[in-house]
């Protein structure tokens, strides 16, 4: 079974990491900008194959459903 290595990053620079996971919040990159993760995997024998595969984030305006207002109970 081959070992997975995977790295992050953002075509801004604000990103880089490694593992299964990112999480990103609002301040680490803005629209537009990419986001590529790059797998490695690496056999027994050593050798190894690399793939990647990138994201471009979007900015959407919010969307509110459902607003509720109750009065406050005196």
């Known amino acids: 079974t081959p070992t997975l ?9 604000g ?3 490694t593992g299964d996971t990112l999480v990103l919040t609002p301040g680490d990159v803005q ?3 990419t986001v590529t ?6 056999d ?3 050798e190894t194959g ?3 595969a990138s994201v471009t ?10 607003v ?3 009065p406050a109970c005196t």
């Open 31 to 33: 629209p537009g900008e």
């Open 44 to 46: 027994a024998q050593g």
């Open 57 to 66: 984030i979007d900015n959407t305006a919010p969307v509110l459903d459902t």
């Open 5 to 13: 290595d995977l790295a992050w990053a953002s075509s801004g620079g």
């Open 50 to 52: 690399t793939d990647a």
């Open 68 to 70: 509720s207002i109750s």
């Open 37 to 42: 993760c790059t797998t490695t995997a690496t």
């Open 15 to 17: 990103v880089t990491a």
